[in-house]
């Protein structure tokens, strides 16, 4: 039997899927316009990882920090 894959898992999937999909978009768009403002939008993407993909995960994943402690 098969084990069930976590909501949190499934969760940083579908981030992923999003971001690699907005990034394969950017980057055919380079391949027939190579400038400036290309080459910022893909950095910016780029930038942008931490937040939507890491955070989020990191987040739903890490056991509740416990402030009484230190």
Request: aromatic fraction near 10%; charged fraction near 35%; charge should be positive.
């Given at each position: 039997?098969?084990?069930e894959?976590?909501?949190?898992?499934?969760?940083?999937?579908?981030?992923?899927?999003?971001?690699?999909?907005?990034?394969?978009?950017?980057?055919?768009?380079q391949?027939?316009?190579?400038?400036?403002?290309?080459?910022?939008?893909?950095?910016?993407?780029?930038?942008?990882?931490?937040?939507?993909?890491?955070?989020?995960?990191?987040?739903?994943?890490?056991?509740?920090?416990?402030?009484?402690?230190?």
């Open positions: 039997m098969a084990k894959v976590s909501e949190s898992t499934n969760m940083l999937r579908e981030l992923m899927d999003d971001f690699i999909s907005e990034f394969e978009n950017e980057y055919r768009r391949e027939t316009k190579t400038n400036l403002s290309s080459e910022r939008r893909m950095r910016k993407l780029l930038r942008s990882f931490t937040n939507r993909v890491y955070v989020p995960y990191r987040d739903a994943t890490l056991p509740a920090k416990d402030e009484t402690q230190f």
